[in-house]
């Protein structure tokens, strides 16, 4: 994994999203091969149909509609993807539950968009420095400033996972 990769990645949009219903495959092939970047060392980003069918029992992403899923369905995945990697599928609903409000459309895309732009700029930053000290948004309400750590905390772990595979890789960490 190029640190490259890292720095380019970029996750859709609301806007960029697509606005056509999908089926199960069609959704874990879009949001596999968008996330593949993060695919560090053991840690693969990979998202199965289990998976997706295990976040709907647990009311973390709305049921499919027909057996379609939405752009919601998306934006939700996606987020749900990159808090997996550090919080409980517990924290994530809870986390969820805290910062938005999924019977809002017009919310779920700012808030998506939002998250998705910080955790970006977040990333980027870390990648460049090893920290993340913007101030992503002038004075935040206690919920952005939850959503502003969770980010800094999985940026913080995907550079640890980064950084350390660079060292064992140049041979100064032995196992």
Request: aromatic fraction near 10%; include cysteine.
């Amino acid at each position: 994994m190029e640190n490259h990769a890292l720095k380019e990645l970029s996750i859709p949009r609301w806007e960029e999203l697509p606005d056509l219903d999908l089926y199960m495959d069609q959704v874990l092939s879009y949001i596999n091969s968008r996330l593949e970047p993060l695919s560090i060392g053991e840690e693969k980003t990979v998202l199965t149909s289990s998976m997706v069918n295990n976040y709907v029992k647990t009311n973390i992403v709305k049921p499919p509609v027909k057996k379609h899923y939405k752009r919601y369905h998306l934006a939700y995945l996606f987020v749900v993807m990159l808090m997996k990697r550090c919080f409980s599928l517990s924290e994530i609903s809870r986390l969820i539950r805290v910062y938005s409000n999924i019977e809002d459309p017009e919310r779920v895309s700012r808030d998506y968009n939002k998250f998705i732009t910080v955790f970006e700029s977040c990333l980027r930053e870390m990648l460049e420095t090893g920290h993340s000290d913007t101030e992503f948004i002038a004075d935040p309400t206690l919920e952005q400033q939850i959503m502003i750590n969770v980010i800094r905390t999985l940026c913080s772990k995907i550079w640890v996972q980064y950084s350390l595979r660079t060292v064992e890789e140049n041979g100064t960490v032995t196992s």
